[in-house]
């Protein structure tokens, strides 16, 4: 094994795979909403939608050094898209580095290492 890459669970690395995309995308578009208007109060619905992702990512990265850094979106005072990508931002940095110390180059191949 790569000094470097330590093994996680196997279901943290398919809740990794699992999230990563839809991930990618909402916060791209909630990126596009900011440059466009940062201080626009994000709706009930789009607080909701990051949030319910936002939970599950950070389910599997509560263990993880960063995963103590890791809030949710306040649903009761809705943030404004600049907030809400500074928070979405923490957890792209959390799935980075997670990513990075669980997956790589091991026995031959790219791949994740889990423990058995």
């Known amino acids: 094994m790569s000094e470097k890459l330590k093994p996680t669970s196997r279901d943290a ?8 995309h839809v991930f990618e995308s909402l916060f791209r578009e909630i990126k596009e909403i900011s440059k466009k208007k940062p201080d626009i109060v994000v709706s009930a619905f789009k607080v909701k ?9 950070k389910r599997f990265l509560e263990d993880s050094p960063e995963g103590k850094y ?9 943030p404004q898209a600049s907030d809400v ?3 979405m931002s923490q957890y792209e940095g ?3 580095a997670f990513r990075e110390r669980h997956y790589g180059y091991y026995r ?8 058995e």
């Open 13 to 20: 690395a398919n809740s990794y795979d699992t999230t990563i």
């Open 49 to 57: 939608q990051v949030n319910r992702l936002l939970v599950d990512i």
């Open 70 to 78: 890791l809030d949710l979106l306040e649903e009761e005072a809705l």
């Open 85 to 87: 990508v500074v928070v």
């Open 94 to 96: 959390a799935l980075k």
């Open 108 to 115: 031959s191949e790219h791949q994740w290492v889990v423990t």
